[in-house]
């Protein structure tokens, strides 16, 4: 059987069935936006992502100073999804013996950046040829009350942060010709996609208030991590189509807004679940952070959407996965 008929979930359900047994200090293993090993008193949370030329970015699209901070912040928003805050990075490289010291340097420079604006150090990595570009980012952060992606119950309230389906529309826009424009400022679609920015406040505050049961980033589309949240924590949810946070652009350009921030992915904002005790404090987060009620966890195991009629379908997850056929 080839890894394209298995797909992303199954390849990773079995690699954690095949490693189910941990030492006592892993108390968050395969399954999570990141591993939670305890030493001492701390709480310390570690996560790795890749990113694959012409996988996940395109040269031609991804200028090498947003390539360098996107690479990090990535890794970061699984930190936020955690409550943790990020400490340490490390970075491993492939890249062309044809390339040019300058795509090195602009890449570092943004990775610089965004390392600076979390309070990230670089510490170590890798460095080797390759044919294409490889990017591997592993971040260590800590964290106290950690959330996990488990822990959503039966009329719980679901959150969101933000605004959903922007970074997927400014890939729409890149795939049509746009690009940056000349004085640096990026069309907000654009930048949404090529600078996402983690949301590590937030997830801090969560965390520290004690007010979320569950958590998850939106990296991959809200149906697809809506499931995988829903898959940890044992049922189901309804999401209320209407209430989904899309950004006031969105709506002049985009025939069908509400199909990308289902299914657009790569929005790095949070997903979260609030138990009904804790929505008032919640709201008070609303003066700080751009927060939306978007629907409830139910027992069934299963997700609906609710029509702005008040229609209740199935929904279809149609988000980002690795290793799906084309």
């Given at each position: 059987?080839?890894?394209?008929?298995?797909g992303?979930?199954?390849?990773i359900s079995?690699?954690?069935?095949?490693?189910?047994?941990?030492?006592?200090?892993?108390?968050?293993?395969?399954g999570?936006?990141?591993?939670?090993?305890?030493?001492?008193?701390?709480?310390?949370i570690?996560?790795?992502?890749?990113?694959?030329?012409?996988?996940?970015?395109?040269t031609?699209f991804?200028?090498?100073?947003?390539?360098?901070?996107k690479?990090?912040?990535?890794?970061?928003?699984?930190?936020?999804?955690?409550?943790?805050?990020?400490?340490?990075?490390?970075?491993?490289?492939?890249?062309?013996?044809?390339?040019?010291?300058d795509?090195?340097?602009?890449?570092?420079?943004?990775?610089?950046?965004?390392?600076?604006?979390?309070?990230?150090?670089?510490i170590?990595?890798?460095?080797?040829?390759s044919?294409?570009?490889?990017?591997?980012?592993?971040?260590?952060?800590?964290g106290?009350?950690?959330?996990?992606?488990?822990?959503?119950?039966?009329?719980?309230?679901?959150?969101?942060?933000?605004?959903?389906?922007?970074?997927?529309?400014?890939?729409i826009?890149?795939?049509?010709?746009?690009?940056?424009?000349d004085?640096?400022?990026?069309?907000?679609?654009?930048?949404?996609?090529?600078?996402?920015?983690?949301?590590?406040?937030?997830?801090?505050d969560?965390?520290?208030?004690?007010?979320?049961?569950?958590?998850?980033?939106?990296?991959d589309?809200?149906?697809?991590?809506?499931?995988?949240l829903?898959?940890?924590?044992?049922?189901?949810?309804?999401?209320?189509?209407?209430?989904?946070?899309?950004?006031?652009g969105?709506?002049?350009?985009?025939?069908?807004?509400?199909?990308?921030?289902?299914?657009?992915?790569?929005?790095?904002?949070?997903?979260?679940?609030?138990?009904?005790?804790?929505?008032?404090?919640?709201?008070r987060?609303?003066?700080?952070?751009?927060?939306?009620?978007?629907?409830?966890?139910?027992?069934?195991?299963?997700?609906?959407?609710?029509?702005?009629q008040?229609?209740?379908?199935p929904?279809?997850?149609?988000?980002?996965?690795h290793?799906?056929k084309?």
């Amino acid at each position: 059987m080839k890894l394209q008929d298995l797909g992303e979930r199954e390849i990773i359900s079995r690699i954690r069935k095949d490693f189910s047994e941990s030492p006592r200090d892993v108390i968050i293993g395969i399954g999570d936006d990141a591993a939670v090993i305890k030493h001492g008193k701390k709480n310390f949370i570690i996560t790795k992502d890749l990113l694959f030329e012409d996988t996940h970015f395109i040269t031609a699209f991804h200028p090498p100073y947003f390539l360098g901070r996107k690479s990090l912040n990535v890794n970061l928003s699984d930190v936020a999804a955690m409550g943790g805050v990020p400490k340490y990075a490390l970075v491993g490289l492939g890249l062309p013996l044809g390339m040019e010291s300058d795509w090195l340097k602009k890449y570092f420079s943004g990775f610089k950046a965004a390392a600076k604006e979390a309070g990230v150090s670089l510490i170590g990595g890798d460095v080797s040829g390759s044919k294409k570009i490889s990017i591997s980012v592993t971040v260590i952060g800590e964290g106290k009350k950690i959330i996990k992606r488990e822990g959503a119950q039966e009329g719980h309230f679901l959150f969101v942060s933000g605004s959903l389906g922007d970074a997927r529309q400014g890939l729409i826009l890149l795939k049509k010709g746009y690009r940056l424009r000349d004085d640096g400022k990026a069309d907000p679609f654009i930048k949404a996609f090529l600078d996402p920015i983690p949301q590590i406040a937030l997830g801090k505050d969560l965390s520290r208030l004690h007010l979320a049961s569950a958590m998850i980033d939106v990296s991959d589309g809200l149906s697809t991590d809506l499931y995988n949240l829903c898959q940890e924590s044992g049922g189901g949810a309804e999401i209320f189509l209407g209430k989904l946070p899309l950004s006031p652009g969105i709506r002049h350009i985009q025939r069908q807004p509400y199909r990308l921030a289902l299914h657009g992915g790569e929005d790095y904002q949070l997903l979260f679940t609030v138990p009904p005790q804790n929505q008032k404090s919640l709201l008070r987060l609303q003066k700080k952070y751009k927060i939306t009620l978007i629907g409830k966890i139910i027992k069934k195991k299963e997700i609906f959407l609710i029509s702005r009629q008040g229609k209740r379908n199935p929904l279809k997850i149609k988000g980002y996965q690795h290793f799906m056929k084309s």
